[in-house]
T-cell receptor
Framework: SQQGEEDPQALSIQEGENATMNCSYK?????LQWYRQNSGRGLVHLIL?????REKHSGRLRVTLDTSKKSSSLLITASRAADTASYFC????????????FGKGTTLSVSS | ETGVTQTPRHLVMGMTNKKSLKCEQH?????MYWYKQSAKKPLELMFV???????ENNSVPSRFSPECPNSSHLFLHLHTLQPEDSALYLC?????????????FGPGTRLTVL
């Protein structure tokens, strides 16, 4: 069953602009993760935020988590053409979890 | 991507063929996963192996048969597939820890079933 759902499905911006992607989920989670996928390749882990955290930063990435609204956002600041990719949120709702449940992803296109 | 390797990278097969996908992880992880990624669909979890035991099978048709001979290797044996099985098959590994973990993905095998 689908847990995370990203919004928007597609986003086109210019280099230097900020990109914001949102993720909503349905059940309680232990943590939420964001992954990136370049076209036709494997996913790369970006950042993990635990259910007791509200905000986390990693370089140009900023992730927020609102467990009361069951939502998360990924902000990429000062975007670059190389940020063009699909971005997925994934949730782990299990106690000592193994499996992640991914959303459909947001396709980000950054033009120079 | 060199932490998790997958072979072959591309595979074209007929519906009557038998083939296998191979995944190898060099990260010392204790869990491995197979995912299926079809166009315009969420990533679908197929199988999970933890400490070489299959712990999850998400109602995958029997024409897909996983094998995990040791903690570093994972196979997906394919037979009598259907055209709708054409997709990108991704392998991942992780070190399962309570409280959260990240998964490391291979580059995937692009499968086309004719």
């Amino acid at each position: 069953s689908q847990q995370g759902e990203e919004d928007p499905q597609a986003l086109s911006i210019q280099e230097g602009e900020n990109a914001t992607m949102n993720c909503s989920y349905k059940t309680s989670i232990n943590n939420l993760q964001w992954y990136r996928q370049n076209s036709g390749r494997g996913l790369v882990h970006l950042i993990l935020i635990r259910s007791n955290e509200r905000e986390k930063h990693s370089g140009r990435l900023r992730v927020t988590l609102d467990t009361s609204k069951k939502s998360s956002s990924l902000l990429i600041t000062a975007s670059r053409a190389a940020d063009t990719a699909s971005y997925f949120c994934a949730t782990d709702a299990r106690q000592a979890g193994t499996a992640l449940i991914f959303g459909k992803g947001t396709t980000l296109s950054v033009s120079s | 991507e060199t932490g998790v390797t997958q072979t072959p990278r591309h595979l074209v097969m007929g519906m009557t063929n038998k083939k296998s996908l191979k995944c190898e992880q060099h990260l010392g992880h204790n869990a491995m996963y197979w995912y299926k990624q079809s166009a315009k669909k969420p990533l679908e979890l197929m199988f999970v192996y933890s400490l070489e035991e299959r712990v999850e099978n998400n109602s995958v048709p029997s024409r897909f048969s996983p094998e995990c001979p040791n903690s570093s290797h994972l196979f997906l044996h394919l037979h009598t597939l259907q055209p709708e099985d054409s997709a990108l098959y991704l392998c991942a590994s992780s070190q399962v820890l309570a409280g959260g973990y990240e998964q490391f993905f291979g580059p995937g095998t692009r499968l086309t079933v004719l």
